[in-house]
């Protein structure tokens, strides 16, 4: 069946659309087949994943002839709760072109409504490369008024991936140049190999970091070696440069299988686990929002997420499991 279906399309990533029906596999586990209603199954339960609505299934007969340039991969057994984004556009080194920003934000999109996701993990399946960037070769077709708007969505979606309410990882195994390190500095936390390459290098295209590049570099690095980094836009960073800067969170050296930065976001995933699944979601909402305003307005927003925390049956697990000195059982609720 598995050979059926990717003859009928083609190559790509490990999961590839026909006509409304999805071949899913994961660690081994058996093949799973998505009915033609777009309502996608969780691995392992009966939970829908509900971006594939009917709507989406409506949708998918305009899209069945174009390839699979971004998947989904949900983990289960220990790793419940983890959730790997794939970028797959191998021919292009994960261009950032029509196509791959159209089925990311889709993508992102389904995930930003889906309480069971408690970890997002943004990897590649491309050897060599997180991602290259702007796709040169469709912005040099747009005219002007066509490469504002597509700009103007690219910053939208990267906004969209800072958006998302769950903790979520870049792990860059590979070069992350331009638009693809825009990509990994909208994710809250990043993981880099030693070998990965990464740099804002619009100001050697005559172009400036435009999809939130010019704004979370400063917020991440500081605002003199921000400067630096941009106006000498030639310069990459490897991944130990990177981790004394500030701007990964933690840097490996690359194993035989071009994935030492992944398992190390993998590795970060599973310590964030086992934490109150709210107050991870809450205690992100507070930092992002707070660190924007003055100091004042930031602890009442501290005072607000705080709130929203206290009702929950997981702060009355954690108080519970403390007492009894053992392991908390959080559930989401």
């Excluded at 390190?181 to 970091?209: N, V, W």
């Amino acid at each position: 069946m598995t050979t059926l279906l990717r003859r009928l399309v083609g190559p790509g990533c490990p999961s590839s659309r026909w006509l409304g029906v999805i071949l899913r596999e994961s660690h081994g586990r058996a093949v799973h087949l998505i009915p033609r209603d777009g309502a996608r199954l969780l691995a392992g339960g009966d939970r829908p994943l509900t971006a594939y609505s009917r709507a989406h299934s409506r949708r998918q007969h305009t899209e069945a002839a174009k390839p699979v340039e971004v998947d989904v991969k949900r983990l289960d057994g220990e790793d419940d709760g983890v959730v790997e984004v794939l970028m797959c556009r191998h021919k292009a080194r994960n261009a950032l072109g029509h196509v791959f920003v159209s089925q990311m934000r889709e993508l992102v999109s389904t995930l930003s409504s889906d309480s069971a996701v408690r970890v997002v993990v943004f990897r590649s399946l491309v050897p060599g490369v997180f991602c290259a960037g702007a796709d040169l070769k469709e912005r040099a077709l747009m005219n002007n008024t066509e490469s504002d708007l597509f700009v103007h969505g690219l910053r939208s979606l990267m906004t969209q991936i800072a958006s998302l309410p769950m903790p979520t990882i870049a792990a860059m195994d590979g070069v992350a140049l331009g638009g693809g390190l825009e990509l990994a500095l909208a994710c809250d936390l990043r993981t880099a190999a030693y070998s990965a390459q990464m740099g804002l290098i619009e100001t050697t295209r005559g172009l400036l970091p435009g999809a939130g590049g010019s704004q979370r570099l400063p917020r991440m690095v500081g605002i003199t070696l921000a400067k630096e980094l941009i106006f000498t836009g030639g310069r990459r960073v490897g991944g130990h440069t990177a981790l004394e800067m500030g701007l990964v969170n933690r840097a490996v050296e690359q194993n035989q299988t071009g994935d030492a930065a992944y398992r190390e976001a993998l590795s970060l995933a599973r310590e964030i686990l086992p934490q109150g699944p709210i107050a991870v979601r809450m205690a992100k909402e507070a930092m992002n929002r707070g660190v924007e305003v003055d100091i004042g307005s930031a602890m009442a927003i501290e005072r607000m997420c705080y709130a929203r925390v206290i009702p929950t049956r997981d702060r009355q697990e954690g108080m519970a499991a403390f007492i009894e000195k053992r392991p908390p059982r959080y559930i989401g609720e």
